[in-house]
Each structure stands twice: as structure tokens, then as C-alpha cells.
């Protein structure tokens, strides 16, 4: 069976750097999402993404973030220059087909890359 | 906006008892809505949704929507329903709200 994938799994890195999170959605999907857990608080969404461009982004997806997909497969995750508060579980998700049929299709996600930002 | 809200984070039960796991929301529209389940070590994946209304390992949901509720319900916990469940709402922007989770623990 397909699966969101994503890499790295486990990412370290110093305040202030750049961190690129890779996601390999289901190849037949056209929508694709990211959300954050912080450790301990709720799965909270950041972006949707759709016919290459971002169709809904939340307060907490701000100019530090942004979002691409650079090839047929890959939708990634850039953070500018990493806080410490941005330390967290990040997900990528993917669904099939883009929505407008009145009903949400199921979300997939991914294993999660947890990111540290020392 | 949307919300949902888990009122319990720690459920722990008996194998073979019967388990509820509390979800409301609040939307004005007409939602969506969803268990996803995470087992120890592995992904958020969907249980079940409220649309398909299907019995998934065993579990059922009833959408409310006078009490704005969805609760997980299983009439004989198992030990390998010891996870992390999380309900879930998607509006009109399909978007996906979580509530904080409960993880349930079932004992032997």
C-alpha cells in the first residue's frame, strides 16, 4: 500500500539556520498539507497546498516559512531561520482527489520528521 | 473558527471493558469528522469518519450534531487498542482542526 514518506526523520539544528523538511506524498494525490506538534500540545495545521500553489496557511506559517514542490514527487518544507519555538513534530499529509466533491477526503500522513533547534 | 476539544488525556481501562472516548466540536457549518489513531512508533492514521459510517476494529462514532459530539465508542477493549487517539474536523477549507489527543491504555 502507498505511503506519505518524509526525511530526514530526526533533524537537528542551531538557531537561526535553515532547515528544508521533505515530504514524498502518494503519487496520485494533488493536495498536500503540513502540520507541527509541539511536544505535549495538539497537532496543529500550518499550510495547504494545491496545483502549485498554497490554498489555506494558518498564523503560525509565517515569511519564515515556505512551501515547494520542486519536482513531480517532492513537496518540501523550508524554515528560513529556525527558532527555538519552532521545535517540533512536523507532518506531511497528502489526499486524493482535490476537494470540492462536499466532502473532505481522507487525510494521509506521514512518519513525521522531529526537528530540534538548539 | 473550529474547535475540538478532548476532554480526556489519559483513558485506562480493562481488556474487555468497554471504552468512550470524548470528542466535541464547535463549527457553524456543516463538518467532517474524524478519529485518526497513532499506535506506539507509527503514524497518525484515519480509524474511521463519521461519513463512511463504518465499524473499524470494532469501533463505531455517532456524529450528534444537537450535542456537537462524536464520541469513539468500543463495547470489549483490546490490548493492542492501547494508542493515541486523536479527533479531527475539517470544514469547508478541508483543512484538519485536532483536538489534544487521549491516549487510552488498556490493561490485561
Known amino acids: 500500500e502507498p505511503e506519505v514518506t518524509q526525511t530526514p526523520s530526526h533533524q537537528v539544528t542551531q538557531m537561526g539556520q535553515e532547515v528544508i523538511l521533505r515530504c514524498v506524498p502518494i503519487?496520485?494525490?494533488?493536495?498536500f498539507y503540513w502540520y507541527r506538534q509541539i511536544l505535549g500540545q495538539k497537532v496543529e495545521f500550518l499550510v495547504s497546498?494545491?496545483?502549485?500553489?498554497?490554498?489555506?496557511k494558518s498564523e503560525i506559517f509565517d515569511d519564515q516559512f515556505s512551501v515547494e514542490r520542486p519536482d513531480g514527487s517532492n513537496f518540501t518544507l523550508k524554515i528560513r531561520s529556525t527558532k527555538l519555538e519552532d521545535s517540533a513534530m512536523y507532518f506531511c499529509?497528502?489526499?486524493?482527489?482535490?476537494?470540492?466533491?462536499?466532502?473532505?477526503?481522507?487525510?494521509?500522513f506521514g512518519p513525521g520528521t522531529r526537528l530540534l533547534v538548539l | 473558527a473550529q474547535r475540538v476539544t478532548q476532554p480526556e488525556k489519559l483513558l485506562s481501562v480493562f481488556k474487555g471493558a468497554p471504552v468512550e472516548l470524548k470528542c466535541n466540536y464547535s463549527?457553524?457549518?456543516?463538518?467532517?469528522l474524524f478519529w485518526y489513531v497513532q499506535y506506539s512508533r507509527q503514524r497518525l492514521q484515519l480509524l474511521l469518519r463519521?461519513?463512511s459510517r463504518e465499524s473499524i476494529k470494532g469501533f463505531t462514532a455517532d456524529l450528534n450534531k444537537g450535542e456537537t459530539s462524536f464520541h469513539l465508542k468500543k463495547p470489549f477493549a483490546q490490548e493492542e487498542d492501547s494508542a493515541m487517539y486523536y479527533c479531527?474536523?475539517?470544514?469547508?477549507?478541508?483543512?484538519?482542526?485536532f483536538g489534544a489527543g487521549t491516549t487510552v491504555t488498556v490493561r490485561a
Open positions: 499529509a497528502s489526499s486524493d482527489p482535490p476537494p470540492g466533491q462536499g466532502f473532505a477526503e481522507t487525510q494521509y
Open positions: 503519487s496520485n494525490h494533488l493536495y
Open positions: 497546498f494545491y496545483n502549485n500553489e498554497i490554498s489555506e
Open positions: 463549527y457553524s457549518g456543516s463538518p467532517e
Open positions: 463519521h461519513i
Open positions: 479531527a474536523l475539517s470544514g469547508c477549507d478541508y483543512k484538519l482542526s
